[in-house]
């Protein structure tokens, strides 16, 4: 049951309130929203309550019909903000937190050249597993508390909060200590003494869907550690088993706007353990972001096929650095003002007035070299065409042995900071372009010669 306070309800009346629900053996969770509070009554037989609608300083009483309570959008209409570390918050409308690091931490010298990496691409929370739940007792199990120091050793070098499952109810004590978010995994979802021990922690936890799960058990799991007095509860869709055995998990990326719907609470989206496969973690990160999480948990390792777990769906620092970018790019993650990502790092020259005047002159001869590069690709595109008309319209025109040769030369070339791969890469994108523009040229040429006749 929830009780709506008008925004003109004084402090007293709430307490009066809260009071009454006590007495009934009920617990009352208040919760002070922008414009008015609202409580919460959760305990066996709540209608015993229901006489509080006519409260002084009552706006009205609703019945949740949900099971889930203090997880409900009717607790808490306002979409709720959870605080990682001291300067992120997740929850943020248009602000995308994407959590990034390894499977487990394997050595102190893998995680942190993975931390220095992944936040220098604009992660702003590092993951890495110290205790592993794995399916088979004979696999990597994680290094425990030395992995837990690692990590705050990483948190102080880059300033970054940790995250770090916790899978014994004992250890949530250490937890706290060493990390800033407590994850509890899909195998423990349902792990009530752990979920109650989460509860009494001080910092946010990240609840991951048991991968056998309905939304509803997820969100009742979230009420366990809610109810336990944890406000700070983050939903993370992992990817649930079906059927399919193409990939390892099946994403259900609809349960984000389901979510929505029935939960106040901030939602992750793990594209990694939900896919199991690397090529596929860009695209459904990248789907996760549209869909609406408000953050992403992402899987990188310095060397993913000779990572200790997860290695399969594990990117490489290049791989995680094209995610970043596309992130960007499609405007998931901010940039600060100038359009980069700043990540505190010392820069080479020092910004001092003339470098910045340096940065301008540079910046400018680019956007001056952009423009000439737009032309010249037009009009090499547009001498193809006449090629091709000379040809005949509709022939293909296009020499594929120039074309290799072409691409050959590209790849033979190493007069410059780009490496012959980068420049294939270019060469190949002007070709395709240049041929889907003959293509279009074919179509309508060939489109003329069958018209009827007038
Ligand atoms: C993990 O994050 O490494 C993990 C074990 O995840 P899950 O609980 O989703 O399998
Ligand atoms: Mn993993």
Redesign the pocket.
């Known amino acids: 049951m929830i009780v709506v306070m008008r925004p003109t309800a004084t402090r007293e009346e709430v307490s009066a309130v809260r009071r009454a629900v006590e007495e009934h053996g009920l617990e009352a969770f208040v919760s002070e929203g922008e414009e008015r509070t609202v409580i919460g009554v959760v305990g066996a037989d709540v209608d015993r309550v229901a006489h509080l609608g006519s409260y002084p300083g009552v706006d009205q009483v609703i019945r949740v019909t949900q099971p889930f309570k203090l997880a409900s959008v009717e607790h808490h209409p306002e979409r709720s903000r959870v605080r990682l570390g001291d300067a992120t918050e997740l929850g943020v409308p248009d602000e995308l937190v994407v959590m990034a690091g390894p499977?487990?931490v394997e050595s102190r010298d893998q995680l942190m050249q993975t931390a220095r990496w992944v936040r220098h691409e604009g992660a702003r929370v590092l993951?890495g597993?110290a205790f592993?739940?794995r399916t088979s007792p004979y696999t990597f199990q994680g290094l425990g508390i030395p992995a837990l120091e690692i990590l705050a050793e990483a948190r102080e070098q880059t300033g970054m909060p940790v995250i770090s499952?916790v899978t014994d109810p004992a250890d949530v004590d250490i937890f706290d200590r060493y990390v800033d978010v407590l994850?509890v995994?899909?195998?423990?979802m349902h792990n009530f003494v752990l979920l109650r021990a989460v509860g009494q922690s001080r910092h946010p936890v990240l609840l991951?869907?048991g991968?056998g799960s309905t939304i509803e058990e997820w969100l009742l799991a979230a009420e366990y550690i809610l109810s336990s007095g944890n406000p700070n509860v983050i939903l993370?869709e992992?990817?649930i088993r079906t059927f399919e055995t193409a990939t390892r998990n099946t994403l259900d990326l609809s349960a984000v706007p389901v979510l929505r719907q029935k939960t106040h609470l901030p939602i992750v989206v793990?594209p990694?353990?939900g896919t199991g496969q690397r090529p596929l973690v860009a695209p459904m990160a990248l789907a996760g972001a549209a869909v609406g999480a408000d953050g992403l948990?992402i899987?990188v390792h310095p060397d993913p096929p000779n990572a200790r777990?997860?290695g399969d769906q594990s990117l490489s620092f290049e791989e995680f650095g094209d995610l970043m970018d596309e992130l960007r790019r499609l405007q998931f993650v901010r940039t600060n003002g100038n359009g980069h990502h700043g990540d505190g790092m010392p820069t080479e020259a020092g910004a001092t007035a003339a470098s910045s005047a340096n940065l301008d002159e540079l910046r400018s001869r680019i956007d001056e070299l952009d423009e000439r590069l737009a032309l010249i690709v037009q009009e090499r595109a547009s001498i193809a065409l006449d090629v091709q008309r000379l040809r005949g319209g509709a022939s293909h025109g296009h020499d594929v042995a120039r074309e290799r040769e072409l691409l050959e030369r590209a790849a033979g070339e190493d007069g410059g900071p780009l490496t012959p791969d980068e420049l294939t890469a270019i060469f190949g994108a002007v070709l395709r372009a240049s041929r889907s523009a003959q293509r279009r040229q074919a179509r309508a040429a060939m489109a003329r010669v069958t018209e009827p006749v007038a």
Do not use: A, I, T, V
């Open positions: 499977c487990s993951r597993g592993k739940p499952e994850q995994g899909s195998r423990n991951k869907r991968f993370c992992r990817g793990d990694s353990h948990l899987e777990s997860d």
